[in-house]
């Protein structure tokens, strides 16, 4: 069954910093690969998904993620982060066809100022 | 603003009681998920419908339990609560594949 690892469960980052959360899924089978965010009390947001193409994926809020096949990763970046972006970040992947999403277990990112 | 509205926010209920949430769907929406996400968790699929029609399950007892209907609007029912059934319910709408959904921003179920 596929799986989805979010390497850090919390990240710490100050105001104006780069940041990059981690994430690697188990399947080498073809893929989709998507990021949300989740604000306090609040829903998903798609930040950004990788369907196919271009392997650099950029996404709402500056954000921006690189699909790697050969490392089953699909890593989040940020070259500069706001006090806005404090939030819970979550992974997912399709396997295929119209299969449910599979979450990682999330990445919490404070900004400090 | 996803489209998606999801009711009640927030409910607590009592171990052994029976709970529906529901979910309004954007028009032309055909397929509808439901997952459970526990504190500190990530959502965790429960069930998916496409035209009325359960076509999809995850590892969920019976107990939980789903309708779809014409007017783009869904139900989650749970019967027989448990304490650990306490969780944020998120609904997830798309007009047909599910990388194009979008979510609700849920229902806070606590079971005392």
């Known amino acids: 069954a596929q799986s989805v690892t979010q390497l850090d469960s919390q990240v710490p980052v100050f105001e104006e910093a780069p940041v990059e959360l981690r994430c690697n899924y188990s399947?080498?089978?073809?893929?989709?690969l998507f990021w949300y965010v989740q604000y306090p009390n609040q829903g998903l947001q798609l930040l950004l998904k990788y369907l196919s193409g271009s392997t650099l994926v950029k996404g709402i809020n500056g954000f921006e993620a690189e699909f790697n096949k050969s490392q089953t990763s699909f890593h989040l970046r940020k070259p500069s982060v706001h006090i806005s972006d404090t939030a819970e970040y979550f992974c997912a992947v399709i396997s295929s066809g119209n299969t449910p999403l599979v979450f990682g277990k999330g990445t919490r990112l404070s900004v400090i100022a | 603003e996803t489209g998606v509205t999801q009711s009640p926010t927030h409910l607590i209920k009592t171990r052994g009681q029976q709970v529906t949430l529901r979910c309004s769907s954007q028009s032309g929406h055909n397929t509808v998920s439901w997952y459970q996400q526990a504190l500190g968790q990530g959502p965790q699929f429960i069930f998916q419908y496409y035209r009325e029609e359960e076509n999809g399950r995850g590892n969920f007892p019976p107990r939980f339990s789903g309708l779809q209907f014409p007017n783009y609007s869904s139900e989650l029912n749970v019967n027989a609560l448990e304490l650990d059934d306490s969780a944020l319910y998120l609904c997830?709408?798309?007009?047909?594949?599910?990388?194009?959904?979008?979510f609700g921003q849920g229902t806070r179920l606590t079971v005392v």
């Open positions: 997830a709408s798309s007009p047909n594949w599910v990388a194009e959904a979008f």
């Open positions: 399947s080498s089978v073809s893929v989709y």
